[in-house]
């Protein structure tokens, strides 16, 4: 072994008691790797004083008849060479060790930069392609596709580190210039590779999309985010949400979110337990040099079914009409149950009809759909309880309705959405 020799002649001048102190570990050659801890021990039967590169990377303890260096986490600042002097000795007897911290063959550290580029054809365009690494030997290459493009390579030694730099300058990009980049480094240790796209457009645009449907429903009350995708080049210039009616006659901004990367934009627009009036269109409306556009959502609330019952004579015969309105279509159905109860659904009912195509009175965007249902029942009979009930997905809603003659009108509590009639009164008429 190399190191042995000097070891041997140490330890000899030692015996021959020329005052040399002795260094543990033995010489003349130290190497460690980094962030080991290192203990260096100068050993003498008199008082001895270090030498070299010790303050601040080095802790010194001073004990004898050792005086002992040690660094717990060794770097490259730890590299250096090292004298032990024997302070009594009038020859001055002095052993020295080399101590070398490797540099760590840690991996390549590259950057591609932009991340991500768009350019409209004729403009002009940068790619930087960089490599650093603490040894100098290492190699930078940047490609577009397979083909490794010849740039010069800059060289710099910046905070201790090797650094490789490759620029792609183009004047005026055109579209063979689009593509996937990437910067490839590699060292005896391994390579590492960067990439990016590079896209060459005829012109600027402006896309907007959204993963949700453009047709939204809710139910009043419950919470709505909204959020559009736009992809532009080059960037956008002015932007919003606004609500386009119909319930107000003026549009109106609206607060919202906006999140941005390189060419792409996000539009969160939050609506809080939405209100009846705010049903109706909402657009988000975004300009760049490509010029204006918008993607407009149309929402619709929902509303659970509200029936009412009334009684009309129609030549001559009795007919109960059920006004219904809510969103979606509610569908009607009456029952007709013996006696004055307070329950009449399907099970207590003598006779169920489906309304299967009550008349649409009224049908307008955003707003509830308005229907009439008609019973004819030709003779009123007066024992009986009449119930419409209409039903759709958000809830349902139903009405009775009693003939009560003259004289023997009974209030019931309002819950029961209880609607006399006089049928006395019907044959006057
Ligand atoms: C210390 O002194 C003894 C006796 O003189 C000698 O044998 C020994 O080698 C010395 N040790 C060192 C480290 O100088
Ligand atoms: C050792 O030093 C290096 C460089 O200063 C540092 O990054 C690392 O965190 C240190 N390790 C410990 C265990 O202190
Ligand atoms: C934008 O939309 C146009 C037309 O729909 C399409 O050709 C183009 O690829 C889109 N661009 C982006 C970046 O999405
Ligand atoms: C939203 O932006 C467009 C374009 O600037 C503008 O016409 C519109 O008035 C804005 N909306 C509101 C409510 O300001
Ligand atoms: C939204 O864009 C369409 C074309 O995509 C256009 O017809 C409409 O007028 C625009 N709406 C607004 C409010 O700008
Ligand atoms: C009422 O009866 C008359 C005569 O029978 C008839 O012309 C008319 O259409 C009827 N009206 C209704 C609403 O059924
Ligand atoms: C009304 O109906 C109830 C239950 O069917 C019955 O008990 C009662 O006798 C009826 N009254 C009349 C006057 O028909
Ligand atoms: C009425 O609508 C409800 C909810 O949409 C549905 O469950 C029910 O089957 C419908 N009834 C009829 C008779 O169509
Ligand atoms: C009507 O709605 C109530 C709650 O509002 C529910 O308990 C009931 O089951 C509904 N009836 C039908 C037939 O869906």
């Known amino acids: 072994m190399e190191l042995g020799a000097p070891l041997v002649l140490l330890l000899a001048t030692a015996w021959h008691g020329q005052g040399a102190p002795v260094i543990e570990p033995s010489g003349p050659e130290l190497v460690v790797e980094p962030g080991a801890t290192v203990t260096l021990r100068c050993v003498s039967n008199g008082s001895v004083e270090w030498d070299g590169p010790i303050s601040p990377y ?125 910067c490839v480094a590699n060292n005896a240790a391994g390579s590492n590779t960067a990439t990016m796209n590079f896209q060459v457009v005829e012109s600027a645009y402006l896309n907007l999309t959204s993963e949700q449907s453009l047709l ?49 934009y996000s539009f969160k627009l939050h609506l809080n337990r939405v209100k009846p009036l705010e049903a109706g269109r909402y657009s988000l409306m975004a300009q760049n040099k490509a010029g204006w556009n918008n993607l407009t959502f149309e929402l619709t609330l929902r509303y659970p079914p509200e029936v009412s019952v009334t009684w009309i004579p129609v030549n001559g015969s009795d007919v109960l009409l059920c006004d219904v309105s809510g969103y979606p279509q509610p569908n009607v159905t009456w029952m007709e149950c013996r006696g004055h109860t307070d329950r009449c659904d399907e099970a207590q009912a003598s006779q169920v009809w489906d309304d299967t195509q009550p008349e649409v009175l009224s049908q307008k965007p955003f707003h509830r759909v308005i229907l009439q249902s008609q019973l004819p029942i030709g003779t009123l009979k007066h024992n009986m309880t009449y119930v419409c009930r209409a039903h759709n997905n958000v809830g349902n809603s139903s009405q009775f309705f009693r003939a009560i003659s003259l004289g023997q009108s009974k209030q019931l509590p309002d819950e029961y959405l209880f609607t006399p009639v006089v049928v006395a009164c019907k044959k006057k008429v």
Not at 64 to 79: D, E, Q, R, Y
Not at 120 to 140: K, M, P
Not at 234 to 241: D, E, H, M, S, T
């Open 58 to 182: 080095w802790t010194l303890d001073s004990e004898s008849p050792g005086s002992i260096l040690i660094t717990k986490n060794a770097t490259f600042k730890n590299t250096g060479t090292y004298r032990c002097t024997e302070l009594e000795d009038p020859m001055r007897g002095s052993t020295a060790i080399h101590l070398y911290v490797k540099a760590h063959p840690g991996p390549l550290h590259i950057i591609l930069e932009p991340t991500k580029l768009v350019r409209i054809r004729g403009e002009a365009a940068q790619i930087v392609c960089s490599a650093t690494h603490s040894e100098v030997e290492f190699n930078v290459i940047l490609k577009r596709g397979d083909t490794k493009l010849e740039i010069p390579i800059n060289s710099d030694f910046q905070d201790n580190a090797y650094k490789k730099v490759l620029t792609l300058n183009l004047n005026a990009v055109d579209f063979q210039d689009a593509g996937i980049y990437s």
């Open 216 to 264: 939204q429903e809710v139910s009043v009350g419950e919470n709505l985010d909204l959020t559009v995708i736009a992809d532009a080049y080059p960037g956008l210039q002015r932007y919003n949400w606004t609500y386009l009616g119909p319930f107000f006659e003026d549009p109106h901004n609206l607060e919202f979110r906006t999140q941005w990367t390189t060419y792409s």
